[in-house]
């Protein structure tokens, strides 16, 4: 016994020298594994307030770039308004009866709630944004985020007014995804090189796929609605070993510079989610 | 300024200016990341003990780490090079006391070329280690090699201008101090 304490006290510094090793490794594999640090909450606060402090300031350089994003986005939804399509003789009152009242109080599945964008990181291996909107103004965890030229990522960690989002370039992301010609359907991943390009996973050797073509959101994805703008093809590498394209997509988000972003609240993810996870009995 | 009060400004401008001035530099290259956060480890005084230098260092990498989002990445490199500092710091300075009469390591109290060493080999252990831990989670053997070598190089030409641009005056640590 007293062999030991002496041996404890001879190696005192390399001893805690490896336990604070151990302790920054187990953190680091658990919170890549899980996305949940029992310390990320309350970190989140304290550096979410400090982030907004300092994207105060940084918002002005891209107020311009910000100010084009937005109006084409208007113009892009207005020209997706219901009186846009209407025939000439056909009543007004019936169209603005059918679409408000009936979609918002029982149909409604996808809400879009505005944030800004208070933190981001382009150049690590797993980059996270920070967003100043978080559990009281109705964000959770599983949420799905997108900005105003294509998806941004999914929220992985909330606290009470900020909220954290796994953008696409993270090692850990995958989205279901298609192309918009065929809906040919496969994955979207990042390999952690350059921030403008993304992969695109799984999309067999049967579909046509051009340089240019159009990246989507599938139907298959619980978080995202489908028909989100992605990307557009690169590049198409043809893997001779397997039977499936191995496709460069350039993102249509612009991650230098995004400000602001919206969040989707999916009313029925629980439900969907909690069906698929179910383990299915005398199978 | 007591040496405590200007270790803790340190401490926040370091943190600051890794996070809001240097991750946001648009990347010129997948393989350059500058980093210069780690010199506040490199400068910290020589009367600090070996536990506290390690408790420090460790408390640093997790400040940073919050920041960014991974709890543990910065953290595990900067206990490492705590760790290794003394052993190095013995080799490096002759032995008839100079640190005794100077307050921390600097280009002044050491020499020009014994602190390069000391700021080169620690800055190559953090850079590997560092890496080692990102190729682990997803490898590809070239982009770590050529990760640890873009990277310490930049962060040598950080520490080198850093010492140049903040020339700092080797105090003699005297008894009233």
Redesign the interface.
Known sequence: MKNIFLFIRRYFIFLSFLVLQVICIVTLSTYSRTHEAFFSTAANEVTGRINSQYSGVSTYFNLKETNRQLAEENARLRNMLAQNFQAPDSSIAQVTDSSYRDSTTRYRKFTYLPAHVVGNSVSLPANYLTLERGSKQGVEKGMAVTGPQGIVGVVVAVSDNYSKVMSLLNRNSKVSSMLKKDNVTGSVEWDGNDPSYLTLKGIPRSAKVVKGDTVLTSNYSANYPSHLMVGTVAAVNSDPATNFYTIKVKTATNFFSIQYVNIIANKRYNEQTELENQQLKNQ | MSSLLKNIIRFILFIFLQV?VL?????LH?FI?PYLYFLFILWLPYSLG??GL??LS?AF?MTLD????????H??PC??IA?LRPFLLNLLIPQEGKEQSYAEPSPKSMGWAPYALYAGLLTFIHHFYLVL??WL??GDFL?FLGKVTGTTLISLLLILLSELIFFRKAKYRTNAA
Do not use: D, H, K, W
């Open positions: 809001y991750n946001e530099v648009p990347p997948q990341v070996r536990f390690l408790l460790f990498g919050y920041f960014t989002g991974t709890p543990g990445l953290a595990a206990t490492l760790y831990i990102e989670q997803f982009y």
